[in-house]
């Protein structure tokens, strides 16, 4: 007869979450519990929500069950926790109970700073989950998704698909899954747009691209295709404005490599190439008149005017016939 060997575990009885990121914030729950179950499959997991949270309730979760197995205890929205529950964990950790993980998710803001504090103090694992917002941070994650799929993509392709579906990090997160289950080998920017070349963020970005490059025919009849086929005038002039700061940010910031630039501009090095290449034909005076004449689009588009389509067609002819003339 063999002896069952215990696992030890690699969750430590203490656990903090920190960070707005919800979607990393869910993983790295996710992952603990994995963990956890490693070594103790029977383990009992409890949610704790701050929302209707009962004084006292913490210290029934956290009491030995009936069949003695394993605890994780899982405190979600500490940033939003009532002051009965917060004061029930820190009567917890100033006397942690034997075979219970706790696992506190903090998303940001001062509230429950002593619970966080004590955390620190007690030796807990922090995971961050800072949030995603950049588009140089929404590459980084495109390409670690492709990585722990052990699938290649083009940066050409994170670079489309961080455009098509980069509003969203859900939204990102699933295009990511969709493409590497529904096809094979290397992934390129053939395949993100065959995919998901109709978003909207997408039809933006390809009529920014005409007519930051001067190209007024084409980038009208992008916007003419996209407004036929349902597409608000809204999303497609923020994808203007934003590609004409990106010019203007990098067009002053001089030499360098594009990492570094990058780093310093808050952008992905792709984008600081891009913008290297848009730059061929624009002078700071012809950028500062295209950016005003964006921004009168965006009031006529928020309400501001009758029209909104004519108003993105001339902030876009405005645009075209500045480029080269300086």
């Known amino acids: 007869m063999t002896e069952s060997v215990d696992v030890p575990s690699r969750v430590p009885p203490l656990v903090l979450v920190s960070g707005p990121e919800d979607l990393l914030a869910e993983r790295a729950v996710d992952s603990l519990l994995q963990d956890l179950r490693v070594s ?33 205890v899982v405190v979600h929205g500490l940033h939003e926790a009532t002051d009965a529950l917060q004061q029930d964990l820190l009567d917890y950790l100033a006397d942690p109970v034997e075979h219970v993980t706790l696992v506190v998710l903090h998303g940001s803001g001062n509230r429950g700073k002593r619970v966080l504090d004590t955390l620190k103090k007690s030796r807990a694992r922090v995971i961050d989950c800072p949030a995603v917002k950049s588009d140089r941070d929404k590459a980084d994650f495109v390409t670690g998704e492709f990585r722990r799929a052990r699938r290649k993509i083009t940066q050409d392709a994170v670079q489309a698909l961080v455009e098509a579906v980069g509003k969203d990090l859900r939204e990102l997160a699933s ?23 109709g978003k909207v963020e997408a ?42 700061r990106q010019l203007a940010k990098v067009g002053g910031a001089g030499r360098g490599r594009s990492t570094d630039l990058a780093r310093e501009l808050g952008m ?21 008149t295209a950016i005003q004449a964006v921004a009168a689009a965006d009031e006529e ?19 075209t016939r500045t480029h080269g003339s300086g």
């Not at 290397?186 to 065959?194: L, N, Q, Y």
């Not at 588009?301 to 002819?317: F, H, N, S, T």
């Open 40 to 72: 103790s499959p029977e383990v009992d997991v409890i949610d704790v929500e701050p929302a209707g949270y009962e004084a006292g309730a913490l210290g029934v979760h956290v009491s030995p069950s009936l069949f003695g197995e394993d605890k994780a």
């Open 203 to 244: 039809t933006g970005f390809r009529v920014a691209d005409a007519a930051v490059a001067g190209e007024a025919g084409e980038a009208l009849r992008l916007l003419r295709h996209a407004v036929a086929v349902g597409v608000d005038p809204v999303p497609i002039v923020a994808v203007l404005a934003g590609q004409l």
């Open 175 to 197: 295009a990511c899954t969709q493409l590497v289950d529904d096809t094979t080998g290397t992934i390129d920017a053939d395949v993100v747009e065959r995919y998901h070349g």
């Open 268 to 288: 992905a090095p792709w984008q600081v190439d891009k913008a290297r290449r848009a730059l061929n034909g624009w002078s700071g005076p012809g950028l500062a």
């Open 301 to 319: 588009v928020k309400g501001g005017g009758r029209d909104p389509v004519y108003a993105v067609e001339r902030a876009i002819l405005t645009i």
